[in-house]
Every structure is written in C-alpha cells, then in structure tokens.
C-alpha cells in the first residue's frame, strides 16, 4: 500500500486564486502568469514537505541557486523564477526570511555579460558582429548598417587590426554610422572636411553635447577618413567647440569610506573593499581569475585592462583570508561543474586556440563568478561567466543611502578615494599614476585638485 502523505507541500486553490490576484497588481502580463505559476510550483516541489513560510533566508537562496545551476532554464528564466517565488513568499505569505533578503542582487546572479562584451564580441567576425546588431536594433541607425554593411565591416576591421579596445569600437562604429544619417545617403566620400565640421557643429548647437563627446566624435571621423577610406581630412574649418568643463571627482573621507562598507555584505563588501584597496576600476575587479592574485608578493595582477596595458596594483592584507576562501569557493563550484560536464570559462583573444585545455582550468576560472551558467548566443557553449556589473552598482547606491552621505557615490568612487588618500600620506604622484594604470600623469594630477593642500598647505582665511 503506498503512503498517502505528499512528497512535497501542494498549493491550495484559494493561494493560487490569491497569488493570481498579485500578479495582476505587480503588472505582470497575461501570457506570462502561467509560467510564473509554474516557476512557482517548481520552488514548492523543491522545498519538500516544508512550509514555504518557514524556510530561512539561506535555506532560499540554496534552493534558487540549485536551480541557477540548470542548464535547461535559460537566464531570464531564472529571473522569472526569483520574481514568482518573490511575489508568494514576500507579499502573499509574508515569509520572515524573505522579507529582508536582497531580491534584485539575487536575480543578478543569474545575469551573463551581455551578447556584446569585449570578450565574447571580439570572438565573432565582424560581419556576423554587424548582422547581430541590425536583427536585434531599432530605428535609424539600425537601417544605416544595412544599407552600409560594407563600409561599418571595413571600420570595425581597421580598428580591430589597429589592437583598439572593444569599446572604442563600438563608439567609433556608433558615430560612423550616426556621420552617414547626417550625410543622408550621399557616400562619405563625396562629402570630405566640409560635411565634417557641419556635423560636429549640429552637435554642439543642436545637440549641446560635452567636449569630451564632441572630441569622440571627431576622432570617430578622423579615422574614418583617414585609415579605412585613405582620404585625409586635412585641417578642418574652424567649427563649434563645446566647452571642456573641469570637473573634480567626489572623494569620500576615511570615516566615510568605513561608513559605505560597513553597509555592503557578501561578494559585494569583498568587490567593493577591493576598489578602495587596490585602485581598480569596475570591470577589472569583476574579471579577475585566480590566477591574478598573488598571495607570496602581495600584489594582484592587472591583466589587459584599459589601453591593453598589465599592471601590478597592492594586495590588501586585510583581504586575504577572504580571497582565499573565495578562492577555495570558486575550486568547488568548478569542481561541480566539471563533474556535471561543464567547467569551461571564456578565455581572452586568441588564447583558446592556444592553450586548448586551458578553458577548463581552475586558474582561468573568475574570482567572482556567476550564479548559473550561462549559455553562448554564438557559439552555443554553456559557460560561467564573471558577475554582472549591476549588482555591484546598485548595492554600493543602496549602501551609500543607508549610510546617510549625501555625496553622489558610486562604484568608480572607490577608485578616486584610492588615488587621494594615497596622495595625502604623501605617496609620490608617479606612483599613483602607475598604479592607477594612468598613460599621462596630467590625468593623475586632477586628485592634487581634491586635497587640501595643491602643492603646499592652504588655510582657509576665515580660519586664520
């Protein structure tokens, strides 16, 4: 005689009527409510017998990254399942341990680097690269790279032949294609220096753009003109300058500093102490692989970072112990997914083909790896990537709120603080710059601007 008693916790109709009704009032769209149904009928199997409104915050989390780490449930999939399971615990059921949880940075974890990073674009030639952007894109410029597919492919060639940074490219290849809008459909070589300077004209009269913008995008035109259709502008006609404004960056003192940190948990505290202890940006902290710290010389390894320039930067002592747990976590979770037939990483440039093996090693692997895996739109290779930026970025602006400071704080904050603190216990500005990967020490000087004391001790008068 088989056992009566349920394997698992069975919703009852009154709670899905009600869960039903949430939906409705979280604007969740009609052909959408079924899957959300089933994402969550598929969380309750997986609790077992448990009551739903018992489980601990850390018991959710186990659950929902078990299923992060199915290869079957694609990444919006995923993020569906955290929405549905959100929606019941928090607002129907009123679960203690979901009520305080961090939802959004959860369903981060699920989040790849988009189809076009530097990584994995550079991967793909660039006719395939354009082609996806004219499927996937809108409006104008959409229809510009369709009617002039020859020319982008010959510019994003040049500048990949050039060893460019992808998001020059991208730029570049945006501004050309913007260029030939405005040359409404006249070939650009028939157009020269004179529909140049009426372009970065409109820019600043129409557009009211930055000097910064403007110099983007004449350096766009220039290369354009002169490395792909091998016509020099020559000197240009005196056109519309924006005007460059000096902005000195927010600095946080120590105590505020402290104060941010002590607001951020997890993977977040850990990526965030690393910006303020080492100097760098973003994405060089999110796509450091265990093979880049170096616990025996104290001192973490840059690799191809902005300009394609390597660089040692220092191993705060303060965290070691938890990168090297880190280091132990990511050991297991490669582990595992090696077991489960996975385990493959995506590898810079042209260094899978020549290190074959290399892609499944522990020393490739990210230091701070993703949630799930994620599957490859070109290749159709199921990989973990890095974590996705913006988890990063909105703790670190929730954290600054908490906190109580009223300083526009985000994550390239941390690497101002680092630069200006150096500079105040009297480190050398050389140093500084070197550090901080900087190609001309007149950017590193912008942080004299931000001491109190540009050069020499300044008092205030109305102090003396």
Same mark, same amino acid.
């Given at each position: 005689?088989?056992? /009566?008693?349920?394997?698992?916790?069975?919703?009852?109709?009154?709670?899905?009527?009600?869960?039903?009704?949430?939906?409705?009032?979280?604007?969740?769209?009609?052909?959408?409510?079924?899957?959300?149904?089933?994402?969550?009928?598929?969380?309750?199997?997986?609790?077992?017998?448990?009551?739903?409104?018992?489980?601990?915050?850390?018991?959710?989390?186990?659950?929902?990254?078990?299923?992060?780490?199915?290869?079957?449930?694609?990444?919006?999939?995923?993020?569906?399942?955290?929405?549905?399971?959100?929606?019941?615990?928090?607002? &129907?059921?009123?679960?203690?341990?979901?009520?305080?949880?961090?939802?959004?940075?959860?369903?981060?974890?699920?989040?790849?680097?988009?189809?076009?990073?530097?990584?994995?674009?550079? +991967?793909?030639?660039?006719?395939?690269?354009?082609?996806?952007?004219?499927?996937?894109?809108?409006?104008?410029?959409?229809?510009?790279?369709?009617?002039?597919?020859?020319?982008?492919?010959?510019? *994003?060639?040049?500048?990949? @032949?050039?060893?460019?940074?992808?998001?020059?490219?991208?730029?570049?290849?945006?501004?050309?294609?913007?260029?030939?809008?405005?040359?409404?459909?006249?070939?650009?070589?028939?157009? +020269?220096?004179?529909?140049?300077?009426?372009?970065?004209?409109? &820019?600043?009269?129409?557009?009211?753009?930055?000097?910064?913008?403007?110099?983007?995008?004449?350096?766009?035109? *220039?290369?354009?003109?002169?490395?792909?259709?091998?016509? /020099?502008?020559?000197?240009? #006609?005196?056109?519309?300058?924006?005007?460059?404004?000096?902005?000195?960056?927010? *600095?946080?003192?120590?105590?505020?500093?402290?104060?941010?940190? @002590?607001?951020?948990?997890?993977?977040?505290?850990?990526?965030?102490?690393?910006?303020?202890?080492?100097?760098?940006?973003?994405?060089?902290? &999110?796509?450091?692989?265990?093979?880049?710290?170096?616990?025996?010389?104290?001192?973490?390894?840059?690799?191809?970072?902005?300009?394609?320039?390597?660089?040692?930067?220092?191993?705060?002592?303060?965290?070691?112990? =938890?990168?090297?747990?880190?280091?132990?976590?990511? +050991?297991?979770?490669?582990?595992? #997914?090696?077991?489960?037939?996975?385990?493959?990483?995506?590898?810079?440039?042209?260094?899978?083909?020549?290190?074959?093996?290399?892609?499944?090693?522990?020393?490739?692997?990210?230091? $701070?790896?993703?949630?799930?895996?994620?599957? #490859?739109?070109?290749?159709?290779?199921?990989?973990?990537?890095?974590?996705?930026?913006?988890? &990063?970025?909105?703790?670190?602006?929730?954290?600054?709120?908490?906190?109580?400071?009223?300083?526009?704080? =985000?994550?390239?904050? $941390?690497?101002?603080? $680092? @630069?200006?603190?150096?500079?105040?216990?009297?480190?050398?500005?050389?140093?500084?710059?070197?550090?901080?990967?900087?190609?001309?020490?007149?950017?590193?000087?912008?942080?004299?601007?931000?001491?109190?004391?540009?050069?020499?001790?300044?008092?205030?008068?109305?102090?003396?």
């Amino acid at each position: 005689m088989s056992d /009566p008693t349920p394997r698992h916790r069975v919703l009852s109709g009154r709670e899905l009527e009600s869960y039903l009704q949430l939906l409705v009032s979280e604007s969740i769209p009609l052909k959408s409510r079924p899957y959300y149904v089933a994402r969550l009928k598929q969380f309750v199997a997986a609790a077992g017998a448990r009551e739903p409104e018992t489980l601990p915050e850390q018991d959710i989390v186990e659950l929902l990254t078990a299923f992060g780490q199915r290869d079957d449930l694609q990444d919006w999939q995923f993020g569906q399942m955290v929405d549905a399971v959100r929606i019941y615990l928090v607002r &129907l059921i009123g679960s203690p341990g979901a009520t305080s949880m961090d939802w959004q940075s959860l369903r981060d974890l699920s989040r790849a680097p988009a189809p076009d990073c530097g990584l994995s674009a550079r +991967g793909s030639r660039p006719e395939v690269l354009l082609r996806e952007r004219v499927e996937n894109g809108t409006g104008g410029l959409s229809d510009v790279r369709r009617e002039h597919e020859e020319l982008i492919v010959r510019v *994003v060639t040049e500048i990949r @032949a050039r060893g460019y940074a992808y998001r020059t490219e991208q730029v570049y290849e945006q501004w050309v294609c913007r260029y030939l809008v405005h040359c409404k459909g006249v070939s650009p070589e028939k157009m +020269g220096a004179e529909a140049v300077t009426g372009f970065l004209n409109e &820019l600043v009269v129409s557009g009211n753009v930055s000097a910064s913008t403007q110099n983007q995008a004449l350096n766009a035109l *220039v290369f354009l003109y002169r490395r792909v259709l091998q016509m /020099p502008l020559g000197r240009l #006609d005196e056109f519309a300058r924006s005007k460059r404004k000096k902005v000195v960056p927010v *600095v946080l003192s120590r105590s505020e500093v402290k104060r941010v940190l @002590a607001e951020l948990s997890g993977w977040q505290l850990q990526v965030a102490s690393l910006l303020y202890g080492t100097g760098m940006r973003m994405t060089e902290a &999110l796509t450091l692989r265990v093979k880049d710290v170096d616990f025996e010389y104290g001192r973490i390894h840059v690799c191809q970072a902005k300009g394609k320039k390597d660089r040692y930067v220092p191993l705060p002592k303060q965290l070691v112990d =938890g990168l090297k747990t880190r280091i132990g976590s990511v +050991g297991e979770l490669h582990e595992q #997914d090696l077991a489960a037939g996975y385990g493959e990483v995506l590898l810079p440039e042209a260094l899978a083909r020549k290190y074959p093996t290399a892609a499944r090693e522990l020393r490739w692997q990210f230091l $701070f790896p993703s949630g799930r895996l994620s599957v #490859d739109q070109r290749s159709g290779a199921i990989r973990r990537h890095h974590l996705h930026e913006s988890g &990063l970025q909105r703790a670190v602006k929730e954290a600054a709120r908490r906190s109580g400071i009223v300083k526009r704080i =985000g994550c390239h904050t $941390f690497r101002h603080c $680092f @630069a200006t603190h150096l500079l105040e216990t009297n480190h050398d500005i050389r140093t500084v710059q070197e550090l901080l990967g900087h190609a001309d020490v007149s950017t590193t000087m912008i942080y004299t601007h931000v001491l109190n004391r540009p050069g020499i001790s300044v008092a205030s008068p109305l102090d003396l």
